[in-house]
């Protein structure tokens, strides 16, 4: 391997999808009702379905580019698609955008802890706690991640259903009436946001080699998005009957919809504060994991541990430098992210399957 840096672990189908499904529903489930909101008003609902899409695209891109490149990563496979100097130049592109969000949900973690118990301390240290949380989890390797979000997946789910249907009593099915009407096209570019939020399946690209089976790792995506549909979609159907038009007013809807929560007398946003945290840890931790491993192999290292410390420190001052304020975050999210995600999650990774493809012809068209 020429010193190159292999790493040994190896995850099961359950877990590739728990860590799949975490990696986009941790998120999306603040961000979905206000940006979708914003576009559809009350048929924000009907994102949830049509984002799923794009999520299938990707699945396929990442299976078909992981089966004519078994045990390769994306940073790997692009040098040996287009050559060293090209190869390398897409490789360092992706070590930009995996930057990107762990240092926006980063953001989103401080921004709502500030906004629910800790209104005056300040973003930094919330972003240097979960950031070196992450970072500690790291050191042992993607396996620990993927173990403890295992455990705890299932718990987490459970729990957020109990508070989404323990607010019985505020839905009005009203609140989701008319349908359509103010016709298809706020819906569809509302799903323009979500759907590039699904796609960050991408991630599968680079730790598919550590896969028990990688040659089941589109479909684990498949499932994974389909299951994040559903997820989204039970949320935002729950979301607009209790909040109706103010859903786009709301910057984090669901921990509002968490304090209307009650049982046995007991408000459940710390429950859901809980919940959510230990979802944007998994969260984080992916990125930050294919981040460093990235470069890892973009550098030739034999061990990504020496580059979880910079990274991190990368990660931090991205995300407190990028946005001003958590409506300067959303305007991100709706506005340019959706095109920079797509270059990335669909177009390069389909460019890269022509270019394999192609080359794989031309023996054959010569002979």
């Given at each position: 391997?020429?010193?190159?840096?292999?790493?040994?672990?190896?995850?099961?189908?359950?877990?590739?999808?728990?860590?799949?499904?975490?990696?986009?529903?941790?998120?999306?489930?603040?961000?979905?009702?206000?940006?979708?909101?914003?576009?559809?008003?009350?048929?924000?609902?009907?994102?949830?379905?049509?984002?799923?899409?794009?999520?299938?695209?990707?699945?396929?891109?990442?299976?078909?580019?992981?089966?004519?490149?078994?045990?390769?990563t994306i940073v790997q496979y692009a040098?040996?698609?287009?050559?060293?100097?090209?190869?390398?130049?897409?490789?360092?592109?992706?070590?930009?955008?995996?930057?990107?969000?762990?240092?926006?949900?980063?953001?989103?973690?401080?921004?709502?802890?500030?906004?629910?118990?800790?209104?005056?301390?300040?973003?930094?240290?919330?972003?240097?706690?979960?950031?070196?949380?992450?970072?500690y989890a790291l050191y042992y390797g993607?396996?620990?991640?993927?173990?403890?979000?295992?455990?705890?997946?299932?718990?987490?789910?459970?729990?957020?259903?109990?508070?989404?249907?323990?607010?019985?009593?505020?839905?009005?099915?009203?609140?989701?009436?008319?349908?359509?009407?103010?016709?298809?096209?706020?819906?569809?570019?509302?799903?323009?946001?979500?759907?590039?939020?699904?796609?960050?399946?991408?991630?599968?690209?680079?730790?598919?080699?550590?896969?028990?089976?990688?040659?089941?790792?589109?479909?684990?995506?498949?499932?994974?998005?389909?299951?994040?549909?559903?997820?989204?979609?039970?949320?935002?159907?729950?979301?607009?009957?209790?909040?109706?038009?103010?859903?786009?007013?709301?910057?984090?809807?669901?921990?509002?919809?968490?304090?209307?929560?009650?049982?046995?007398?007991?408000?459940?946003?710390a429950i859901w504060m809980i919940i959510?945290?230990?979802?944007?840890?998994?969260?984080?931790?992916?990125?930050?994991?294919?981040?460093?491993?990235?470069?890892?192999?973009?550098?030739?290292?034999?061990?990504?541990?020496?580059?979880?410390?910079?990274?991190?420190?990368?990660?931090?001052?991205?995300?407190?430098?990028?946005?001003?304020?958590?409506?300067?975050?959303?305007?991100?999210?709706?506005?340019?992210?959706?095109?920079?995600?797509?270059?990335?999650?669909?177009?390069?990774?389909?460019?890269?399957?022509?270019?394999?493809?192609?080359?794989?012809?031309?023996?054959?068209?010569?002979?």
């Amino acid at each position: 391997m020429g010193g190159r840096f292999v790493d040994k672990t190896r995850i099961s189908d359950r877990q590739t999808i728990f860590l799949l499904v975490n990696l986009v529903g941790a998120t999306a489930l603040i961000a979905l009702p206000v940006v979708a909101s914003g576009y559809a008003g009350r048929d924000a609902w009907m994102t949830a379905v049509l984002g799923t899409v794009n999520g299938f695209l990707v699945a396929f891109l990442v299976g078909a580019l992981g089966r004519e490149f078994p045990g390769q990563t994306i940073v790997q496979y692009a040098v040996s698609i287009l050559g060293k100097i090209p190869g390398k130049a897409v490789g360092l592109l992706y070590l930009f955008f995996f930057i990107q969000p762990p240092a926006i949900v980063v953001r989103e973690f401080g921004e709502l802890l500030a906004v629910s118990m800790l209104p005056t301390t300040p973003q930094i240290l919330f972003a240097m706690l979960i950031v070196s949380v992450s970072a500690y989890a790291l050191y042992y390797g993607l396996e620990v991640l993927a173990r403890v979000n295992e455990l705890l997946f299932p718990l987490i789910i459970v729990l957020f259903l109990f508070i989404l249907f323990s607010v019985a009593e505020h839905m009005e099915p009203a609140n989701l009436l008319p349908v359509m009407e103010h016709g298809i096209k706020p819906v569809l570019l509302a799903s323009l946001g979500p759907a590039s939020w699904r796609g960050e399946i991408i991630l599968l690209a680079m730790f598919l080699p550590m896969l028990a089976r990688p040659e089941r790792g589109a479909r684990d995506a498949v499932i994974s998005t389909l299951a994040i549909g559903m997820v989204l979609f039970v949320a935002m159907l729950v979301i607009t009957m209790v909040f109706g038009a103010s859903t786009a007013r709301l910057s984090f809807s669901v921990y509002e919809l968490a304090r209307l929560s009650t049982f046995v007398a007991t408000r459940l946003d710390a429950i859901w504060m809980i919940i959510w945290i230990v979802g944007i840890f998994a969260k984080i931790g992916l990125w930050y994991y294919c981040a460093v491993l990235g470069t890892a192999q973009w550098l030739n290292l034999k061990d990504y541990r020496i580059l979880i410390a910079p990274i991190g420190v990368i990660i931090v001052a991205v995300s407190m430098s990028q946005y001003n304020t958590s409506t300067d975050m959303i305007n991100f999210i709706a506005g340019p992210w959706i095109s920079f995600a797509y270059l990335f999650e669909w177009f390069i990774p389909l460019i890269l399957l022509i270019c394999s493809r192609f080359k794989s012809s031309v023996p054959a068209a010569g002979g």
